[in-house]
C-alpha cells in the first residue's frame, strides 16, 4: 500500500488541523492505520492508532483529549484531527500501515507516508 500525506501547515496555539493520509494499491480496511511524529534531532514518536478491527483508537497520552484519529474506508482514507495544537506539537507527521497485532511501535510498520510539516506558533 502506498500512502500520501496532506493538510499540514502554520498554525496559533489553539487551532485546530486536520491531516489526511490517502492510501492506493490495497484497501485501508487491511490495516491498522498509525501517526507518528518527528522533530530534528529526535526519534519518531508514536501518536496514535486506528485499529482495522473497528472503531478502535489508541493515543498517545500527550495528545489524549486534543487528536483523534477517524477512518473513511469508502475513500481508502485516515484523518487525524488535532484541536487545541501547543506549540510543541510542532514536528513532521507521517501517516503509517500495519497488520502486526501490536502497532505501537514504529517497527510495526510496513508503509509510510512522506509527511507533512506541522507547525504551531505561540
Known amino acids: 500500500v502506498q500512502l500520501q500525506a496532506s493538510g499540514g501547515g502554520l498554525v496559533q496555539a489553539g487551532d485546530s488541523l486536520r491531516l489526511s493520509c490517502l492510501a492506493s494499491?490495497?484497501?485501508?480496511?487491511?490495516?491498522?492505520m498509525g501517526w507518528f511524529r518527528q522533530v530534528p534531532g529526535k526519534e519518531r514518536e508514536f501518536v496514535g492508532v486506528?485499529?482495522?478491527?473497528?472503531?478502535?483508537?489508541y493515543m498517545e497520552d500527550s495528545v489524549k483529549g486534543r487528536f483523534t484519529i477517524a477512518r473513511d474506508n469508502a475513500k481508502n482514507t485516515v484523518y487525524l484531527q488535532m484541536n487545541n495544537l501547543k506549540p510543541e506539537d510542532t514536528a513532521v507527521y507521517y501517516c503509517?500501515?500495519?497488520?502486526?497485532?501490536?502497532?505501537?511501535?514504529?517497527?510495526?510498520?510496513?508503509?509510510w507516508g512522506q509527511g507533512t510539516q506541522v507547525t504551531v506558533s505561540s
Open positions: 494499491g490495497r484497501a485501508l480496511r487491511n490495516y491498522h
Open positions: 503509517a500501515a500495519s497488520v502486526n497485532t501490536s502497532p505501537y511501535y514504529e517497527h510495526s510498520y510496513i508503509s
Open positions: 486506528n485499529k482495522r478491527s473497528g472503531p478502535v483508537t
